[in-house]
């Protein structure tokens, strides 16, 4: 099985776990992270071995990363999943997808466009509540 390479941009809080399951998982390789706030992408690319980088087009632009997850602020999971996806990247976006229909739309549009996978994050239907409503839900159809 080839390995998936993977980099994150945004290198906030909810990265920390990307990164986490990424080294964690096999098949998996984090090859590199950026953020705008260079000790941030310093710090966890330092954590795992990685290069950082400050700017997204700079990280679009290497070849062998496989799969984006965008990990940075709500506002512009658009912007970067469709540069990442026109650069040739799949992508794993955080929640929300974006912030308004039309720019999930496009999002939509440019993965089919370029032929490329686009997954969001939908983690919350394993929590146990979430599940437990499910459950009872199902139980009354």
């Not at 776990?17 to 966890?44: M, P, S």
């Not at 954590?47 to 290497?62: C, M, Q, R, T, W």
């Not at 955080?94 to 739309?105: F, L, N, R, T, Y």
Request: net charge neutral; proline share 4%.
């Amino acid at each position: 099985m080839k390995e998936i390479t993977v980099a994150i941009i945004g290198c906030g809080r909810i990265a920390q776990r990307h990164a986490q399951h990424i080294n964690n998982t096999e098949g998996l390789n984090l090859v590199a992270v950026c953020d705008i706030d260079e000790n941030k992408a310093k710090e966890l690319g330092a954590e795992y071995s990685v290069p950082h980088i400050k700017n997204a087009g700079d990280l679009f632009k290497i070849e062998d990363i496989d799969v984006v997850a965008i990990c940075t602020p709500n506002g512009h999971h658009a912007e970067h999943s469709i540069s990442a996806l026109k650069a040739g990247k799949h992508v794993l976006c955080e929640k929300p997808m974006a912030i308004s229909v039309h720019d999930c739309g496009e999002m939509i549009k440019t993965a089919e466009k370029y032929n490329k996978r686009l997954f969001v994050i939908k983690q919350n239907r394993f929590n146990p509540p979430v599940a437990a409503v499910k459950k009872a839900i199902e139980e009354i159809n």
